[in-house]
């Protein structure tokens, strides 16, 4: 099955290209979708492409990876988002809409698509979400999507963060230390 290119109720998917820099670029510069992590905006279209290329390599890979998501009807950029397989055996569950699309489930919708995606490509590695706690919008995300929080504590990367995990299952001991 190839899962490179999938439409939702309201969304067409494709794998992330340098075809989306632009859109994506936007995006990531954005300081809105950054308000609970402001240190990710993105500073130039490299920083960008660097991540699309990064991207692009999972799906020659694992033949999954996140796709840039758009509108069916027009095609406006709705946002980032899918499953990334990592060095831990699990799939890193990511989501990032467009500040105008927030409050329309878009986000839900696209995790929706990428853990059945998952449950295709490898069931046997669990969906994982990594985030701050802060971010209610994001909880709220994975827990209507089915994941519990497994894990909380110290966020290595913000100073004073409070990083959860959530995931479809529970994670073994080994797991939960390598996602911290």
Do not use: F
């Not at 340098?18 to 905006?41: E, I, T």
């Not at 027009?74 to 105008?100: E, F, M, S």
């Not at 069931?123 to 497994?150: F, I, K, M, W």
Request: glycine letters at 8%; zero cysteines; hydrophobic letters at 40%.
């Amino acid at each position: 099955m190839d899962l490179a290119s999938l439409t939702t109720e309201r969304l067409v998917l494709t794998a992330v290209s340098q075809d989306d820099l632009a859109d994506l670029h936007a995006l990531h510069a954005d300081p809105r979708v950054w308000r609970h992590l402001p240190s990710g905006v993105h500073t130039s279209a490299q920083q960008t492409s660097d991540e699309i290329t990064m991207y692009a390599a999972d799906w020659e890979r694992d033949a999954l990876g996140y796709w840039t998501a758009r509108r069916r009807d027009g095609g406006d950029l709705v946002g980032i988002g899918g499953v990334r397989l990592k060095p831990t055996a699990t799939w890193n569950l990511y989501y990032r809409v467009a500040a105008d699309h927030h409050g329309h489930g878009y986000a839900g919708e696209l995790v929706q698509a990428a853990m059945q995606a998952a449950a295709t490509v490898a069931p046997e590695a669990p969906v994982v979400a990594y985030l701050l706690e802060h971010n209610e919008a994001s909880r709220r995300t994975a827990e209507r999507a089915g994941l519990t929080q497994v894990w909380r504590g110290p966020d290595r990367d913000v100073p004073g963060g409070v990083r959860l995990v959530y995931a479809d299952r529970d994670l073994p001991l080994a797991t939960l230390e390598a996602l911290r």
